[in-house]
C-alpha cells in the first residue's frame, strides 16, 4: 500500500515515514499542498496523511481540493491542532479520518489499514461504464451485453486499473498484483498483459500509456 505524507515539520515527517514504513507501507513524503497535488498527479496513492499547518495552502484547503475536484482519495487528518471545531471542520471537507499529535504509530498505522480497508470494500458489486458492466464481485466483464473472457491474470490487471480509473497505476503497482509468492513480474509481463488487455476492451474504454507514469484507464466517450 503506497501512502503520500504531507508534513513541512522534518523531523514529525521522518517518524511518519519511518513507522509506517516499518508497518509495511511504502512511503512518499512532501513538504506542501501544492507539492502533493503535483505526487497525486504523477502516481496512485491509497492514502494521504496530512498535517494541518503546512506553508502556503494548509492542510484543509488541500482536502477541500482533492474533493471539490473529484478525488475520491481517502485522507487523514494528522494535527496537533486538534480541537473539537478542527476535526468537526476537517470531517466536513471530506477527510475521512483524524489523529491529533502526539500519537502512537501503532495507532496510526492502524487507522491507515482500516481507511484502505474501507476504501477498497466501497467498490464492489457492479459498476456501469458507458458500454462496459463490470462485476468486481463476480470478477465479470460486459461490453455491449457480451461477455468478455478474461484470463485470471488479465483479470488482477484489469481490476487494478478499473479501481482507479480516470487515475494514473504505476506499472509497479501492476506488477505487485500480478506477482506470486516465490516470483517476481517483470515489466515487460506487465506490458504484455495491458496490450492483450485493449485487444479485448477494444473501443469500449482506453487504457492510456503514460511514459515514466504507469497506465490510466478511461471510460470511451459515448456517440
Given at each position: 500500500m503506497r501512502l503520500l505524507i504531507v508534513e513541512d515539520d522534518e523531523i514529525v515527517a521522518d517518524a511518519v515515514a519511518r513507522g509506517l514504513a516499518a508497518a509495511g507501507f511504502t512511503v512518499h513524503g512532501v513538504r506542501s499542498a501544492e507539492a502533493a497535488l503535483a505526487a497525486l498527479a504523477a502516481a496512485d496513492f491509497d492514502l494521504a496523511v496530512i498535517d494541518i499547518g503546512l506553508p502556503g495552502a494548509d492542510g484543509l484547503s488541500l482536502v477541500r481540493r482533492l474533493r471539490s475536484g473529484g478525488r475520491s482519495l481517502p485522507t487523514l487528518i494528522l494535527t496537533a491542532r486538534c480541537t473539537l471545531n478542527d476535526k468537526v471542520k476537517a470531517l466536513d471537507l471530506g477527510a475521512d479520518d483524524f489523529l491529533g499529535k502526539p500519537f502512537e504509530p501503532a495507532e496510526l498505522a492502524a487507522r491507515c489499514r482500516a481507511l484502505v480497508r474501507r476504501a477498497n470494500g466501497a467498490l464492489q458489486g457492479?459498476?456501469?461504464?458507458?458500454?462496459?458492466?463490470?462485476?468486481?464481485t463476480g470478477k465479470r466483464l460486459r461490453i455491449d451485453d457480451a461477455e468478455v473472457d478474461l484470463t485470471a491474470r488479465e483479470w488482477l490487471v484489469f481490476e487494478c486499473?478499473?479501481?482507479?480509473?480516470?487515475?494514473?497505476?504505476?506499472?509497479e503497482r501492476l506488477a505487485q498484483a500480478l506477482a506470486q509468492p516465490d516470483q517476481d513480474v517483470s515489466p515487460n509481463a506487465v506490458e504484455v498483459h495491458v496490450s492483450r488487455l485493449r485487444a479485448k476492451l477494444g473501443s469500449a474504454a482506453v487504457i492510456r500509456?503514460?511514459?515514466?507514469?504507469?497506465y490510466r484507464l478511461e471510460e470511451a466517450k459515448l456517440p
Open positions: 457492479a459498476l456501469n461504464l458507458n458500454r462496459m458492466v463490470v462485476d468486481l486499473l478499473v479501481r482507479r480509473i480516470g487515475l494514473i497505476v504505476s506499472k500509456s503514460l511514459r515514466g507514469l504507469g
